[in-house]
Structures are given as C-alpha cells and as structure tokens.
T-cell receptor, first 115, second 115 residues
Framework: GDSVTQTEGQVTVSESKSLIINCTYS????????LFWYVRYPGEGLQLLLK?????QKGSSRGFEATYNKETTSFHLQKASVQESDSAVYYC????????????FGKGTHLHVLP | EAAVTQSPRNKVTVTGGNVTLSCRQT?????MYWYRQDTGHGLRLIHY???????QIGDVPDGYKATRTTQEDFFLLLELASPSQTSLYFC??????????????FGEGSKLTVL
C-alpha cells in the first residue's frame, strides 16, 4: 500500500540555521502521487504549508521549499534560516491515484527552534 | 476561507462510555475525513465519506463508527470507549472535484481522554 516515511521524530535547530526534514514515499499506482507538507502550530489544527502535484517541480511557502524527486521518491522540506516561530510539527503527506481521495500522512517531525 | 468546526474540543469519559465527536464544514466540500493523531504514529485515517449517507473505511476503523448525515456534518461515534482511544482527533474536508489536488482543510482538533 501507499506510505510516507519521516525518519526524524524530533529536530532541534538554532535560530537562523538551516533546516532539512526528510520525507520519502511509496505509492502503488503507476502515476505520480500529489505531495504535501502540512504544519501544526501549538494549539491549532493542521494547515497546508505547500504542495506539489507534478514530479520534478518545487513548491515553496513562508521560506520553506520542497522538491518532488521521482527518482529518489523523496520530498524533503528545507529552509535556509529558521525562526523561533517555525517551531511546530511538520507532516509530509501524499494522495495517490489508486484511491484518489485518500490522503496518507507520515508520522510527523517536531521542530524545536532554539532562540 | 475554508471552515471546519469540531465539537467538543475536549472530552473526558470513562471506559465503556459513549462518545460522539461532531464535525461541520462550510466549504461545500464533498469529502470529509476523521483522523486520529498520536505521538509516534502521526495521523491515521479512521473513516471518510464522499457525501451524505456514504461511509468509507480508513486504516484504523476498529472501535469506531461514523455517519455523514448531510454534506456539512460528519460524526464519529465511540460506543464503548477504551483507554486506547485516548487521542487527538482531527476532522478534515476536501473538494473532491475533478481538479481537486487533495488538499485537506482541518478543524482544530478534539482531545479525547478515556479513563
């Protein structure tokens, strides 16, 4: 079945440093899945951070970027300089063509940004 | 702006108790979802629906029933609650139209504690 893997449960970074949160996926359909990053700030619901629906393309939002790499089946989230306000839980997700309206999430990565 | 409202936001019950979590969306979306979020597991899909009267089984359905009474309203029912169902529950909606990318719009979550 489809799956999303986030290897780090928690990441701690000092403010102004760079960040990478890893995400790899597996999709059973022959077409390429739509890929997403969602973020949950403390006390809030999840909200979409960015999405990419075409393999090879890059999505960006609020200084974050992620590139859809079909060769390595990865969709890593990066930011050049994090801020304390970026502290949150980040979820990678996919929607595959085998079940077009079922969205699968990774386990989430809790980002702590130190002041 | 898309709107998904969950109630109650917090609920405490005892083992064997009966709990109903409610979700209403005002987005005119076809699809609605119930997820549970647990540390180390991320978001796991319980049930989802593509319209009034429809119900689809998710990945962790055991112990849960759901009902979609209208396009707007989706309920999650725990008829004999167990401590293992202590979790943070999220409702979400998505368009489900032909051009829909799979982006989900989430409620703020319902925290359930089963003693």
């Amino acid at each position: 079945g489809d799956s999303v893997t986030q290897t780090e449960g928690q990441v701690t970074v000092s403010e102004s440093k760079s960040l990478i949160i890893n995400c790899t996926y597996s999709a059973t359909s022959i077409a390429y899945p739509n890929l997403f990053w969602y973020v949950r700030y403390p006390g809030e619901g999840l909200q979409l951070l960015l999405k990419v629906i075409t393999a090879g393309q890059k999505g960006s939002s609020r200084g974050f970027e992620a590139t859809y790499n079909k060769e390595t089946t990865s969709f890593h989230l990066q930011k050049a300089s994090v801020q304390e306000s970026d502290s949150a839980v980040y979820y990678c997700a996919l929607r595959s063509d085998t079940n077009a309206y079922k969205v699968i999430f990774g386990k989430g990565t809790h980002l702590h940004v130190l002041p | 702006e898309a709107a998904v409202t969950q109630s109650p936001r917090n609920k405490v019950t005892v083992t064997g108790g009966n709990v109903t979590l409610s979700c209403r969306q005002t987005n005119s979306h076809n699809y609605m979802y119930w997820y549970r979020q647990d540390t180390g597991h991320g978001l796991r899909l319980i049930h989802y629906s593509y319209g009034a009267g429809n119900l689809q089984i998710g990945d962790v359905p055991d112990g849960y029933k759901a009902t979609r009474t209208t396009q707007e309203d989706f309920f999650l029912l725990l008829e004999l609650a167990s401590p293992s169902q202590t979790s943070l529950y999220f409702c979400a909606s998505s368009g489900g139209q032909g051009t829909d990318t799979g982006q989900l719009y989430f409620g703020e979550g319902s925290k359930l504690t089963v003693l």
